[in-house]
């Protein structure tokens, strides 16, 4: 069956390694800082001046005043940092950040991405995702396989405005994990009880399957 929303996180939190400066995008990736491997050590940077955010606080916990660049409270770790968003938008122009966790509407089978905008519709905009796309070569996004429609978000091209042109190389779906290079989609893990069947008929663009597809590990 399909992942969760917690699920998509757990796996995602394999990509993490020890000593990595991370941002976790609005969404899904904020989950990601609750699911970090108790035998590794990150720093989760925010784009409105936090580097080395906790997990979520508990009820007892939350500071109103300590919030991430979602506007979620957050909790901080030993040996936080706070400051301003200019600095915060330096480390990431500067290419400081080793990975970078983003939601998105659409990817295409070339890595590029749209994050940011659907005409017609009140979204919370781009925020720091263009800086992300540009300043970080390491980026996993987040994302239903499909529209509640059933209509595939893993497209030959995308149609909506654009956040970054082929920049991405990692996906991690509620059906899937996939690595994007050569103009393809390679489909390289499946969610648990997913077929690849399935996940070829979600998937608009080009796919590639070499292979035995082995089930995700989440824990």
Not at 60 to 65: L, R
Not at 83 to 103: K, N, Y
Request: proline share 4%; net charge negative; hydrophobic share 45%.
């Amino acid at each position: 069956m399909a992942l969760s929303r917690v699920q998509i996180a757990q796996r995602v939190a394999f990509e993490l390694r020890d000593g990595y400066y991370v941002n976790l995008g609005i969404g899904i990736p904020t989950l990601v800082a609750n699911c970090i491997p108790a035998d590794i050590d990150v720093m989760l940077q925010s784009e409105n001046g936090l580097l080395g955010m906790g997990p979520f606080p508990l009820d007892e916990e939350v500071d109103a005043d300590l919030i991430n660049a979602g506007k979620q409270t957050v909790t901080a770790i030993t040996g936080a940092a706070y400051f301003s968003s200019a600095e915060s938008f330096a480390m990431i122009r500067g290419a400081h950040v080793d990975l970078t966790v983003l939601g998105a509407f659409e990817i295409d089978q070339n890595g590029s991405i749209a994050s940011w905008m659907i005409p017609g519709k009140l979204v919370k905009g781009m925020g720091g995702a263009m800086d992300l796309v540009a300043g970080t070569d390491n980026i996993v996004v987040t994302m239903t396989h499909a529209s509640k429609a059933g209509q595939s978000k893993l497209l030959e091209s995308c149609t909506l405005p654009l956040t970054g042109v082929n920049c991405i190389r990692k996906v991690v779906t509620d059906l899937a994990y996939l690595e994007i290079h050569d103009g393809a989609f390679h489909l390289l893990e499946r969610a648990p009880g997913v077929s690849v069947e399935e996940i070829a008929e979600k998937t608009a663009g080009r796919l590639i399957v070499d292979g035995e597809v082995p089930e995700m590990r989440l824990g």
